[in-house]
Structure formats: C-alpha cells, structure tokens
C-alpha cells in the first residue's frame, strides 16, 4: 500500500465560526440543496455527528456514495477530520481518503479554510499523482465556495 498527500488553503471573506457551521455542521442539509449537481443526499447512519459517527452521502450520478467516519470534531478550534472508507469515490484503487481540516480567522474578519488529504492505495495500485491532488482540491474549492455564496445570499 501506498499513499499520497497534499495540502491546500481557501479563503473565504466570511468568518471561520459562520464557515464552519454551514460547511460542517449543517452539511447534511445545506449540501444537497446548493450542491444539487453533485449531492443528492447526506445523512448520518451511525452516532451523533461526533467523532466516531458514520455517514453516507449518495451522488448524483447513479447509485454512488461514499461513507465517511468522523475522525474528529472540535466546535470550538473548528477542525474537522474524516476518512472515507466505503463507496465509489474510492474507485477500486484506495483502500481509504482521509481529510484533516480546519477553519482559521483572518485579521481582516473572513477565513481561511486549511486541508490535507491523503489517498490510501490498495496493494498493486500506483501512487496517485498530482492531478488527483488538483482534482480534489477543485472539489473542495467548489464546495467552500458554494457555501459562501449561499451565505452571503441568505
């Protein structure tokens, strides 16, 4: 098994604590709803939505899902972290992605959102390289950027 890793920082004009809740704490049902092109549902299967906790967000394309495990969360320092362990986006090829996050404020009252990923390769796969790394930062740069927008328009 190998593995590969990236970090990656988005900011976003609107504060780390309002950032958070959205893109965290109420992703459940916010996602589907400004993410619809990507997002069918979101729900959790196991838990309260703490460490520990299980849940799976069905895509839009066909039957894909993923499950995730809450690594860790921290209301208060705004971190975030989870692995996914089941489902499409792992292709056959991971065995798991794991994301460690988290929300820091900026002097001028936005945030910046801080990530590292690291894709788990199953035996007889190779590395993935840099252009999974960008891909999955497009993914989540869209994301922070759909939730600042609804924020900012609601």
């Known amino acids: 098994m190998g593995f590969a890793c990236g970090e990656f920082e988005i900011e976003s004009v609107l504060p ?21 092109q990507a997002i069918k549902s979101a729900e959790l299967l196991q838990g309260d939505g ?3 906790s299980i849940r799976k967000v069905k895509l839009v394309e066909g039957d894909s899902y993923m499950k995730h495990k809450v690594d860790a969360l921290d209301k208060e320092t705004f971190v975030y972290n989870y692995t996914i362990f089941e489902g499409d ?18 002097p001028a009252g936005g945030s910046i959102f801080k990530s590292s990923v690291k894709f788990y390769t199953l035996p007889g796969f190779d590395v993935p ?22 924020l900012q328009a609601n």
Do not use: C, H, R
């Not at 986006?89 to 900026?106: G, N």
């Open 16 to 36: 780390a604590a309002k950032m958070f809740q959205a893109s965290v704490l109420d992703a459940d049902q916010l996602f589907p709803k400004i993410m619809s």
């Open 89 to 106: 986006t792992l292709t056959d090829k991971f065995e798991k992605i794991v994301y460690e996050t988290k929300w820091e404020s900026t």
């Open 50 to 52: 703490g460490a520990g």
């Open 129 to 150: 390289g840099e252009s999974l790394l960008n891909k999955s930062k497009e993914k989540v740069t869209a994301m922070v950027k759909a939730v600042e927008a609804y």
